[in-house]
């Protein structure tokens, strides 16, 4: 007889946990891992990594949810190979093999195909993804064995370095280092790759080294986690204004903060700014300002944008003390 299961007793947690995301988890799968290690009420992640990716997924618990939208919209830099030679289904090493050529390119022709792939570039979608289509996902069209027209989209590869290639034996492949604008399909990249050198090719590892300002040197991975006690992995969380990178910090006055929370402008002599991070004094005596919300600065009022609740706020001063 199977022994009655534990209920886990939730809890608000409020901050960012920064994963080293492994192999064979859909982004899903490892939030929910951590969620439940951290018995936390609500968590989401930034951005979907497939299975065969690993690398940088922040993770955002409680009110940090409420600024995940600036990662998911954040640069991305990923460490890839493409296996030269080889076209897949999936355009991954999970798909089945659809068409074999010989690789007959020359470094100085990779390298021209790298440059003629860097910039504002136009893809499209692959099938095997999660954009929908009519509110169904186009890998599940794939899976039923048919093919939706998709719209090219346009992206923006802003660096593609060439950290090792082979071009003869019997796995010629190219390793690269993609920083690029959100929404690009690195497995397209490398199928448009391998198509523009005359040879088709595929991905068979991707793993994303940096998304916005954070990078893989800085992240726990889900064994590391499940190694510490609890009062050990809520450490490791990162503060909310860790998502705020590259706003414009504003700090208020006791009394301009409390209105501010109840969602009223307040004047200043600030300057224009799209993105503001508003702080307010600490009630507890020698702490830092506590981040109150986000806001954009117009003609000197600030307009307050996403905000934490007094609940919110209440609760992070609690698991701080």
């Given at each position: 007889?199977?022994?009655?299961?534990?209920?886990?007793?939730?809890?608000?947690?409020?901050?960012?946990?920064?994963?080293?995301?492994?192999?064979?988890?859909?982004?899903?799968?490892?939030?929910?891992?951590?969620?439940?290690?951290?018995?936390?009420?609500?968590?989401?992640?930034?951005?979907?990594?497939?299975?065969?990716?690993?690398?940088?997924?922040?993770?955002?618990?409680?009110?940090?949810?409420?600024?995940?939208?600036?990662?998911?919209?954040?640069?991305?830099?990923?460490?890839?190979?493409?296996?030269?030679?080889?076209?897949?289904?999936?355009?991954?090493?999970?798909?089945?093999?659809?068409?074999?050529?010989?690789?007959?390119?020359?470094?100085?022709?990779?390298?021209?195909?790298?440059?003629?792939?860097?910039?504002?570039?136009?893809?499209?979608?692959?099938?095997?993804?999660?954009?929908?289509?009519?509110?169904?996902?186009?890998?599940?069209?794939?899976?039923?064995?048919?093919?939706?027209?998709?719209?090219?989209?346009?992206?923006?590869?802003?660096?593609?370095?060439?950290?090792?290639?082979?071009?003869?034996?019997?796995?010629?492949?190219?390793?690269?280092?993609?920083?690029?604008?959100?929404?690009?399909?690195i497995r397209t990249l490398g199928e448009d790759i391998g198509e523009a050198l005359g040879c088709g090719g595929h991905?068979?590892?991707?793993?994303?080294?940096?998304?916005?300002?954070?990078?893989?040197?800085?992240?726990?991975?889900?064994?590391?986690?499940?190694?510490?006690?609890?009062?050990?992995?809520?450490?490791?969380?990162?503060?909310?204004?860790?998502?705020?990178?590259?706003?414009?910090?504003?700090?208020?006055?006791?009394?301009?903060?409390?209105?501010?929370?109840?969602?009223?402008?307040?004047?200043?002599?600030?300057?224009?700014?799209?993105?503001?991070?508003?702080?307010?004094?600490?009630?507890?005596?020698?702490?830092?300002?506590?981040?109150?919300?986000?806001?954009?600065?117009?003609?000197?009022?600030?307009?307050?944008?996403?905000?934490?609740?007094?609940?919110?706020?209440?609760?992070?001063?609690?698991?701080?003390?």
């Open positions: 007889m199977n022994a009655p299961r534990t209920r886990v007793q939730r809890r608000p947690v409020h901050g960012v946990l920064l994963l080293d995301k492994p192999l064979g988890l859909s982004s899903n799968q490892a939030l929910q891992k951590v969620k439940w290690l951290l018995h936390a009420e609500k968590a989401g992640h930034t951005g979907t990594l497939d299975p065969l990716a690993s690398g940088v997924l922040p993770i955002c618990f409680g009110a940090a949810t409420k600024f995940s939208q600036l990662q998911l919209d954040a640069d991305k830099t990923y460490e890839t190979t493409v296996r030269l030679g080889i076209q897949t289904r999936t355009a991954d090493a999970e798909g089945e093999v659809i068409a074999t050529r010989p690789v007959r390119c020359t470094p100085q022709q990779v390298v021209e195909v790298l440059r003629r792939h860097t910039g504002p570039i136009r893809q499209l979608p692959p099938m095997h993804s999660a954009l929908k289509k009519d509110g169904k996902a186009l890998y599940e069209y794939a899976r039923e064995g048919t093919v939706v027209e998709r719209e090219p989209r346009e992206v923006v590869i802003h660096a593609l370095e060439l950290l090792e290639l082979q071009l003869q034996g019997p796995s010629p492949f190219l390793r690269l280092r993609v920083h690029c604008s959100k929404g690009t399909y991905l068979t590892a991707l793993r994303r080294v940096a998304t916005g300002p954070f990078e893989a040197g800085q992240c726990v991975t889900l064994a590391q986690l499940e190694a510490m006690d609890e009062p050990a992995r809520l450490r490791v969380l990162q503060p909310l204004s860790v998502l705020l990178h590259g706003h414009t910090p504003v700090t208020l006055s006791a009394d301009d903060a409390g209105r501010f929370l109840s969602g009223m402008r307040r004047r200043g002599s600030w300057p224009d700014a799209d993105r503001v991070a508003v702080y307010g004094p600490d009630p507890r005596a020698g702490y830092p300002p506590i981040l109150l919300g986000t806001a954009t600065i117009r003609a000197g009022e600030l307009i307050p944008a996403r905000l934490l609740s007094p609940t919110e706020i209440r609760e992070i001063l609690e698991n701080q003390a």
